[in-house]
């Protein structure tokens, strides 16, 4: 069988990529190795992990779950877009750094990406809803506990 | 300003390039022409290969090469022993290591069988489906007694039984103290751990460079080191031509402290021969077969005790699960040996335990080695004595408890790392008091009771436990300050998420009066630091530590002395700090360390002879036996009593590992491994079938704990300071993980009032469908 | 693990998907949200020659109501659901399931077609669309079919769609006036496929007597399985606990199930029978609280 090439175009980050990819190239290995974006991680390739969520229009799916060319004409985010331009931190991001929320970090950008959308849905969350909309994705390392109270710190910083 | 840092809650150095997805994990190696690996692996158990035939493989297109155990002729050896026996009398070791491809016989689910090289991972997954393999199944040992009745199969057939190791460790006269006896408490505990599971799984990338005549391995390995001398040694190169490199580590736990898996074999002679980089990535349904495990104990246990509580005597006969190979040799039955004395007076012991060979993964560490499975076994006998002899459980511990002037503590037998285990120092009282204190022990009784009123089932658990920490051999570090002024710490050690870039920083910084940020760590890199042993058993801060102290305190002398002779002026006259030496008193008298790390290497100019070039240091530390840390956990939960739903209310961790380098750090190692606890004691099970197949292999079906099932923690600590070395650590990474089995079982015994209807926990791990099982049993 | 190659194709319309389902039969499978399949191709327990990208068809997607029902377009994702407070107050015992159907990503991508054209005996939505008595459109290229949910799912994985039909739209009826519901399951953790899962639905008359019942459960059979019969003597009378725990006992001859790695069968039957209890009794009082 002839290998099954697509063209397609999407948006990364704000940036334009056009690609010919095989249909069954996986999102996740597409913005890894053909964009060269590895801060999405691959933990499981069967959705329960969490390690690879990107947002896709804004909303936070597993991108192992995803084929690139589904992609086509969507806009994703991914971990490398969170911080500014100028290296400012995101607060969520500085308040996973105040809180010691990361341990080896394979899961953290998995986790950002989550939380950030959470955040802009739910500007007020308790420790439970936190921990609810955590509970997609596994950190082996840290017992959450530091990461609950990087996203509540976070939630009240952007609260002003 | 003072650069203090050391004790404080440092925020990481490592944090930025994390958080903003810019560290260097295995995956994210890429390197021009890099082919990709896949393994045939074996479906069944425990079979003869009769024919493995890979012509169809090699006709895909994309495919470079495939090779079976025959095709690596001289180079297909058995593994190194990794860790000898302890030298023990009487032992019995039979020693069986991995092979980088099956010959002959295949002896668990997932042992490799073919390596086939692409151009992409999808295409050499295609190609596993071209090769035709014949398998003659024969009956696979997966029950440990049932593994050492005669006619059963052999895993090895040549040692003529599934004995892999027996060993017996005494102290005292058993036999006399149950003798003297008023009570004695004899069960069977069966405790099963499980697998590490980090979120990164292994993965390996070899780069062979002809010209240069130089082996690069990117590996995610917890011991470049001895992973850099082992390859060298096989594939026949000078050490100096090897490099290993142990990028940032997604988790590690312990299984990736194995060494000499097929894959870290297989790869770099790979390379080699194709003249090409190769990349292998564990996928997740590999790790279940290829990354080590621990797994289960069964143990036929009996204590005596006075009428009052005292432990006499502790006789213990286990079997132990060691997997299909023992390259690891004894670490964890050893473990589980002695941490069962825990921190209590055992007059008399004798353990017996016998290591089998079963047709699963193979047995190595992960987080506790082994101590979980002792510590389960003895705080249940103390809970069942308890209950006996009508003595509350937290008082039999109080009673039994080592006193604390009765330090050095020599417990006689032999410990993993070879020396008479003999706690260094602790004060065990004050940490129980404090966690009974934090989980309100006293008042809890009058808690229980108001909530039954209400038709809620709540209990308590109460569970203490040492934990053998910071073992040699020994560890390095090479400090030095550079002409920017910018400290470098470069050691052999590796890292897995525990904070070294910045609790090693702390420990420079501290002596050297820089910035905690102005040291630059480099670990996992044999090329920056030629020796050690790796990062495992709670030793990274203990041993690597106080190398790092030990060299950060002869650069510092170096750098008083250049400024001395500077200023014209003794030593007691400097001060170090902020990045300068100054004069004490005369602040405008200074001299920037990084001026004087120049002065130290002159491009030019005379030397006195003998003299040292740069502001640096090499130092080494190697204690001279392990420091024993120690801890007690609390916890309440709540159990609904029809279907056995268990929810935490409340968990207390109080702890002793001597002095605290960064409490954060700290807090965070804990929180890690109760989540592996609670894991363990109630979620994480694997589930074999009889003929060694996996049911459960895949994260839907094994079940890590997520954030709903790990409550909030409250820690406590205690400072007993080991003696053993100058800053008085002892390790801490694995005691989280420890005591959660006999926790669990008490609170719910507790909770749904067990030992009144008949039903004892001895076992781990339970569920909500286990419970149910156990009650029914009782009642009928 | 990657899947194993195969042809895509994005459907442009409904006709066009429907067309090549015709042409490929068995050798080709839809993707919608792909929370299950993609998962299965990755472990290369699935390889359909040929995937049909059903994701550009908009008008697959949506909540319409129409004549006294709820029509939900089969591309309607799981979030589209919870996000509409005028389908949850409608059909509170949707809402109720969708916290523990997966995780929020999965919810993001995953759809309700999807769902209940894979039929997980586990599954949540089977055993809640059996519950509201749902009929499902299906089409092929060349005909409609409307389908009683308690037709359409035949066995484990199974439904009663031949190889060139899809589900296009799930038709839910309006819901019984003075009527309460409750959805309750047993999992390990939240998220993960029920271990026994309990959909009840109790509609009074104006004495506040039981007129009719509906009950159904997950995970306790091949299919979801409806066991309203269990709760018959419940109907003509106020609910009373007797009544209530004797229907949970009814049950258990209503249901077989298969145990797994984490259950054993008669722990299953227990819970069941547990959550059939406070289930029943939790829809009884809703009745009055409107919901």
């Known amino acids: ?160 | ?780 | 693990m990657k899947p194993a190659p195969f042809k895509y194709i994005a459907a442009t319309s409904l006709e066009h998907a429907l067309a090549l389902k015709a042409e490929h039969g068995d050798d080709a499978k839809f993707l919608a949200g792909g929370q299950s399949l993609i998962p299965a191709m990755n472990f290369r327990l699935a390889r359909p020659a040929v995937l049909i990208d059903i994701n550009g068809i908009g008008d697959l997607a949506g909540l319409r109501p129409q004549e006294g029902t709820v029509r939900i377009g089969a591309l309607t994702r799981y979030r589209a659901l919870q996000r509409d407070d005028t389908f949850g107050k409608l059909f509170p015992l949707i809402g109720e399931a969708l916290p523990h159907i997966a995780h929020p990503q999965i919810r993001n991508r995953g759809t309700v077609g999807g769902n209940l054209s894979h039929a997980d005996p586990a599954s949540e939505l089977p055993a809640i669309a059996l519950a509201l008595e749902a009929r499902f459109r299906v089409r092929s290229a060349k005909q409609e079919r409307l389908i009683a949910a308690a037709d359409f799912f035949t066995g484990a994985l199974t439904t009663d769609l031949q190889p060139d039909e899809m589900l296009v739209e799930i038709e839910l009826p309006a819901p019984k006036p003075r009527s309460g519901s409750c959805f309750m399951e047993i999992a390990r953790r939240r998220g993960d496929f029920a271990i026994a899962g309990v959909a009840a639905m109790v509609a009074m008359d104006t004495q506040d007597k039981c007129a009719e019942i509906r009950l159904t459960l997950c995970g306790v059979g091949e299919t979801p399985v409806d066991a309203s019969a269990a709760a018959d003597g419940l109907i003509g009378q106020a609910p009373s606990e007797q009544a209530i725990r004797d229907a949970a006992a009814s049950l258990q001859g209503m249901i077989e199930p298969a145990g797994n790695v984490h259950a054993t069968t008669e722990y299953q039957r227990h819970v069941a029978g547990v959550l059939t209890e406070r289930a029943l009794r939790t829809a009884a009082q809703r009745v009055h609280d409107g919901y």
Request: aromatic share 6%; charged share 20%; with cysteine.
């Open chain 1, 1 to 160: 069988m002839d290998t099954d090439l697509h063209e397609i175009t999407l948006s990364v980050n704000g940036a334009s990529y056009t690609r010919r990819v095989e249909s069954r190239m996986l999102l996740s290995d597409f913005l890894r190795h053909e964009l060269g974006l590895a801060g999405t991680h691959v933990g499981c390739e069967h959705g329960v992990c969490g390690a690879c969520t990107v947002l896709l229009d804004g909303e936070p799916v597993r991108s192992c779950l995803m084929l690139a060319v589904q992609a086509k004409g969507h806009a994703i985010s991914t971990i490398e877009g969170l911080a500014s331009k100028d290296g400012t931190y995101h607060p969520l991001q500085q308040a996973m750094h105040d809180h010691h929320g990361l341990q080896c970090g394979y899961c953290t950008p998995g986790i950002l990406m989550t939380m950030t959308a959470f955040l802009d849905e739910n500007a007020s969350p308790s420790e439970d809803e936190v921990r609810e909309a955590l509970s997609g994705n596994l950190c082996r390392c840290t017992g959450y506990q530091n990461i609950v109270d990087a996203v509540m710190t976070a939630a009240m910083r952007m609260r002003g």
């Open chain 2, 1 to 780: 300003m003072s650069t203090r840092t050391f004790g404080e809650p440092i925020k990481r150095n490592e944090d930025r390039r994390l958080l903003t997805g810019q560290a260097l994990f295995i995956d994210d190696v890429e390197l021009p022409g890099m082919l990709h690996a896949a393994l045939l692996r074996s479906q069944v158990a425990h079979a003869r290969i009769i024919k493995i035939d890979i012509s169809r493989a090699l006709q895909r297109r994309g495919v470079i090469a495939a090779y079976a155990a025959d095709d690596l002729g001289a180079y297909w050896q058995p593994g190194p022993l990794l860790v000898p026996p302890p030298p023990i009398a009487d032992i019995v070791f039979n020693k069986r290591t991995q092979v980088p491809l099956a010959k002959d016989k295949v002896r668990h689910v997932g042992e490799p069988l073919v390596i086939v090289i692409a151009e992409s991972r999808y295409i050499a997954e295609d190609a596993l489906d071209d090769i035709d393999v014949e398998l003659e199944q024969l009956p696979a040992v997966v029950d440990l007694e049932q593994g050492l009745r005669p006619g059963s199969a052999l895993v090895h057939e040549d040692v003529g039984s599934n004995v892999s190791a027996h060993v017996r460790q005494t102290k005292g006269n058993y036999a006399s103290a149950a003798a003297k006896a008023h009570c004695t408490i004899k069960r069977r505990f069966r405790y099963e751990h499980g697998i590490s599971s980090p979120i990164e799984t292994r993965g390996v990338v070899a780069r062979w460079d002809a010209r240069a005549n130089q082996m690069t391995i990117w590996d995610t390995t917890q011991a470049p080191v001895f992973v850099r001398n082992g390859l060298a040694g096989v594939l026949g190169l000078n050490e100096r031509n090897v490099r290993v490199i142990a990028p940032f580590v997604g988790g590690g736990f312990g299984p990736k402290i194995m060494m000499f898996y097929p894959e870290e074999v297989l790869l770099p002679w790979i390379s080699m021969k194709l003249n090409r980089p190769i990349k292998w990535i564990e996928d997740r349904l590999e790790h279940f077969f290829a990354t080590t495990h621990e797994r289960g104990q069964i143990h036929d246990a009996e204590m005596a005790l006075s009428r009052d509580g005292k432990i006499l005597g502790v006789k213990d006969v286990f079997l132990h699960d060691g997997g299909a190979y023992d390259p690891y040799g004894l670490t964890v039955p050893i473990n589980s040996q002695c941490t069962l004395l825990g921190p209590y007076v055992v007059p008399s012991y004798d353990s017996t335990f016998t290591q089998v060979f079963t047709n699963l993964p193979i047995v190595t560490p992960y987080r506790g080695a082994g101590r979980q499975h002792g510590v389960f076994v003895m705080e249940r006998l103390l809970d069942l004595a308890a209950h006996e002899l009508g003595i509350d459980p937290v008082d039999i511990r109080r009673r039994n408890l080592i006193p604390p002037d009765a330090f050095p503590y020599n417990n006689e037998i032999i410990y993993q790392d070879f020396a008479p285990l003999r706690y260094d120092s602790g004060n065990y009282e004050p940490v129980l008091d404090q966690a009974l204190e934090a989980i309100g022990y006293k008042t809890f009784k009058d808690e229980q009771a108001a909530a039954r009123q209400q038709g809620r089932h709540l209990g308590i658990g109460i569970a203490c436990y040492v934990e053998g920490t910071g073992i040699g051999p020994y560890e390095g570090a090479k400090v030095q300050v550079q002409s920017n002024g910018k400290v470098s710490v470069a050691t052999g050690i590796g890292t897995q998420g525990q904070g070294h870039f910045t609790v090693f920083a702390q420990i420079a910084a501290d002596q050297l009066g820089v910035a905690v940020g102005d040291v630059d760590v480099i670990t996992g890199d044999t090329d920056q630091f030629y020796w050690g042993a790796g990062t495992f058993a709670s030793r990274g801060a203990v041993v690597a530590g106080n190398a790092v102290n030990e060299a950060s305190k002869v650069v510092r002398k170096k750098a008083l002395k250049l400024a001395g002779d500077l200023f014209e002026c003794s030593e007691d006259d400097l001060v170090i700090d902020n990045g300068k030496v100054s004069i004490v008193g005369i602040p405008e008298r200074f001299v920037r360390l990084g001026d004087l790390a120049s002065r130290a290497n002159p491009m030019r100019g005379a030397v006195e002879p003998g003299t040292e070039p740069g502001l640096e240091s090499t130092q080494y530390f190697g204690p001279k036996m392990g420091a024993t840390a120690n801890g007690v956990h609390a916890m309440i939960v709540e159990m609904d009593p029809r279907t056995f739903e268990l929810k935490i209310l409340k968990y207390v961790v109080v702890h002793d590992c001597g002095t605290v380098i960064n409490p954060l750090i700290l807090a965070g190692q804990i929180h890690g491994g109760v989540a592996q606890g609670i894991g363990n004691a109630f979620y994480e099970k694997l589930v074999f079938d009889d003929q060694g197949q996996l049911l459960n292999a895949s994260l839907a079906d094994y079940l890590l704990p997520t954030a709903l099932e790990v409550p909030r923690m409250e820690l406590g600590h205690t400072v007993t300071k080991s003696p053993l070395n100058p800053l008085g650590i002892k390790g801490a990474g694995e005691a989280g993980a420890i005591p959660a089995g006999p926790l669990f079982a008490q609170a719910i015994e507790d909770a749904l009032d067990l030992k009144g209807r008949g039903v004892e926990l001895l076992e781990i791990p339970l569920s909500p469908s286990r419970l149910f099982e156990l009650s029914r049993k009782a009642t009928t």
